[in-house]
């Protein structure tokens, strides 16, 4: 348990993963936490063909939360020796679950990353943390090897300093997992440059005063219905603002609204696939060349019915309740046919072809 609103889970793929009960919603897929950010976000970069060449990458995690899509980004990088130096942006509302992120039983197997999390996050912990990764009922959740670490700033007459305990403990992480027994991981740690800044307050705000010059975005915010600030066309225009020509924008979203928001915020947009040819998300590009799959004429029509009107969020500043009830209000004014009616109509057109054919 984080607090009384977050609750940890174990996914499938023996993952942990959270539920937020004030939001009703879980973080991750059930089927495994670390699989789904593979699966939907950081595969669908094709980061060999379309950024490996580059010298500098520049990311931007929205809504980090434990931090699957950041570690799964960085072993993949690590796995494909792309030697570029890296910065990457959180934008995470809930500071502690950005803390307790490196602890995680994450099936990561590049053990590098939890010592890169912890140095560029060093100066924000504390010692009230470190007793939240000891709480019992947090353990089973959490890497019995970093918990052992944990255990000495812990331990009865250990003297929290700080920045200083958790240099100690940077050191000890150092010397277990980089030092030269594993040369693959030093070899890593010398050629890249990672740089990680945090961002602790609503992600709408934290865009406004953002620089850009972003390669890739992943956006990994609760379900457009449940919280749809996040999923807005003037929050997709904002990003769109803020990336590079060549740059990617993923997320686990297939819904007809959040694509026509990005169309209409000038972004191609795709389909992503899983490896049973089922799409389980969206791509989005300022260059069409990035896009692999997409959007078909079903897709297209969807976007024309009642289940493709996207939200707005003039401001940037609108609660949850009042970007639903503009959006219930604009639907009703619209009059558009119903997702139903043309799935059904579309089906029934696609017979009809099949039977002249």
Known sequence: MIDENIDFCLTQDGSAGLFNKEVNDIYHSTYGAKAEALEKFV???????????????????????????????????????????????????????????????????????????????????????????????????????????????????????????????LHNIYYHYVSNRNKKHLKCLKNNVFKISTYFEDARKSILDLSGGYDIVFLDAFTPAKLPTLWSLEF????????NEKSMLVTYSNSAAVRHAMIEAGFFVGKIFDKHGRACGTVASRSDELIQ???????????????????????????????????????????????????KKYKKQREDRCLIL
């Open 236 to 243: 997709f225009t904002r990003l769109y603002e803020l990336m």
């Open 43 to 169: 595969r669908p970069l094709n980061l060999r063909k379309n950024f490996a060449q580059k010298k500098f990458l520049k990311v931007l995690d929205i809504c980090y939360g434990i931090g699957y899509n950041t570690k799964t980004f960085l072993e993949e990088v690590i796995k494909l020796n792309i030697n570029s130096k890296i910065e990457i942006d959180i934008l995470e509302y809930d500071k502690r679950l950005v803390l307790i992120s490196p602890f995680i039983k994450d099936n990561i197997k590049t053990d590098i990353i939890s010592y890169i999390l912890f140095k560029n996050l060093s100066d924000i912990y504390d010692s009230d943390m470190f007793s939240l990764i000891d709480l019992p009922e947090n353990r089973k959740f959490l890497r019995a090897d970093l918990r052992r670490f944990n255990k000495k700033i812990l331990s009865p007459g250990y003297n929290f300093k700080g920045l200083n305990s958790i240099r100690a403990f």
């Open 293 to 343: 799959n997409k959007l078909d004429d079903y897709d297209r029509g969807l976007m024309r019915t009642n289940a493709g009107v996207y939200f707005r969020d003039k401001n940037l500043d609108s609660s949850a309740e009042e970007i639903l009830r503009e959006w219930e209000e604009r639907k009703r004014s619209l009059n558009l046919p119903s997702s139903s009616s043309f799935i």
